[in-house]
Nanobody, 126 residues
């Protein structure tokens, strides 16, 4: 059974940083790309970033490019999202997800994914 668990969310001042983690179990993690999404109240879930299976290729939404960095440690079945220079508009629940087998890179749409974590709340106080 595939399980994804996000952690590291919290309340931070604008301009601050947070690092989210996504821990995976029940899957051969090193064979899978991993995506990050976020959803703010009243808004649709939106793409944040995706990292390929080996960690050497990434893709970011324009809104976070240059501020967020995703990385992975396959020996620990973990993916991280380092978020710097946070803005109030970054406030959302953040999710990690595994894309469907056969989906094309970069997987930027929610329907490209079939396994999701429960999410972790990030709140940026301006």
């Amino acid at each position: 059974q595939v399980q994804l668990v996000e952690s590291g969310g919290g309340l931070v001042q604008a301009g601050g940083s947070l690092r989210l983690s996504c821990a995976a179990s029940g899957v051969i993690f090193s064979r899978h790309n991993v995506g990050w999404f976020r959803q703010a109240p009243g808004r649709e879930r939106e793409f944040v970033a995706v990292i390929n299976w080996s960690g050497d290729t990434t893709n970011y939404a324009d809104s976070v490019k240059g501020r967020f960095t995703t990385s992975r440690d396959n020996s620990k079945n973990t993916v991280r999202l380092q978020m710097n220079s946070l803005k109030s508009e970054d406030t959302a629940v953040y999710y990690c997800a595994l894309p469907k087998v056969g989906s094309r890179w970069p997987q930027v749409a929610p329907w490209d994914y079939n396994y999701w974590g429960q999410g972790t709340q990030v709140a940026v106080d301006s």
